[in-house]
């Protein structure tokens, strides 16, 4: 048995030293923490700006590539980002900010990548599909025709006469009749081809696995072309047209049934302006 006496005083002061110095660590530990709180918030809050700022300067750059690719466009950049970081948001706010601002530019981003697309496969003057399309379509079909998966059919077309228009009634003449030409093919080709303007006059179709006979479609060609020209007065469209549908023993790849179908469109023509010519000197 150990027996200790000591004052009730004493005893007290113990516990009120080692409550104040557990009050006093409290009060420090709270203070140091609330000090980190704050440098880690202002750090994260200067990172959050400076990636706002960065996608400022994505917003202009992208504006302004949109001005040249679009310089008619009347839409500016507002429409597409969110209002700017202001003081007195909260972190969860300036994140759900940035956040918009992403997604806007991503929005924005989309729409001129579908621009610069647009402008690099399509045909400014009859919107159909250009000479680059054209070769990345024959490009990416060409392995599964020569295995015999796909079949091929080209067609070629070429407007007659055009240089003669342009000489007697202006160019606008002859970008009429070559848009006239774009439609009539496009138009007899329905769901039947891919058309493509590959040259300032020239005109090729793809046609994969076609259903019909392609002989039934240039018979109908005709037809329609014949219907247009009731209309058409002094200046009538005569296109010249040329098909090939890809043989292995005759074609080593898809190119060389574009040569051919090519020849025979040549052809044709050659014959057109050979009759032309017997019926000026019958004349």
């Known amino acids: 048995i150990v027996a200790v006496d000591f ?60 001005k040249e690719l679009s310089p008619d466009e009347e839409r500016t950049a507002e429409q597409y980002t ?20 992403i997604r806007s530019l991503q929005k924005r981003l989309s729409e001129q990548i579908s621009l610069v697309r647009s402008k690099a496969y399509l045909d400014g003057l009859t919107s159909l599909e250009n000479r680059t399309a054209y070769y990345e379509l024959l490009e990416r079909i060409n392995s599964p025709v020569l295995k015999g998966e796909k079949t091929l059919c080209i067609a070629m077309f070429d407007v007659n006469g055009l240089k003669p ?22 138009g007899t080709f329905t769901d039947a081809g891919r058309v493509f ?14 259903k019909d006979p392609i002989e039934t479609i240039l018979q109908r060609f005709d037809e329609n072309i014949a219907e247009i020209n009731k209309d058409k007065g002094d200046v009538t469209l005569s296109i010249s047209k040329g098909y090939a549908v890809y043989d292995k023993t005759l074609d080593e790849d898809c190119e060389s049934t574009f040569v051919r179908a090519d020849n025979a469109m040549y052809a044709d023509k050659n014959d057109y302006y050979a009759s032309r010519e017997a019926d000026r000197r019958r004349d």
């Open 165 to 186: 228009v342009n000489d007697t009634y202006g160019h606008e003449k002859g970008d009429e009749m070559i848009r006239d030409a774009g439609e009539l093919i496009k």
């Open 7 to 66: 004052s009730a005083d004493w005893y007290e002061k113990q516990i009120r030293s080692q409550v104040m110095t557990t009050l006093l660590m409290s009060i420090i530990a709270i203070v140091l923490g609330v000090i980190a709180v704050l440098v880690v918030a202002n750090r994260l809050r200067k990172r959050m700006r400076l990636l706002y700022d960065q996608l400022d300067e994505l917003s202009d750059g992208i504006e302004t590539l949109s």
């Open 82 to 101: 969110s209002s700017p970081m202001e003081q007195g948001y909260d972190p969860q706010a300036e994140i759900q900010i940035i956040g918009e601002r």
């Open 197 to 210: 303007r590959i040259g300032g006059d020239e005109f090729v179709v793809v046609c994969i696995d076609l």
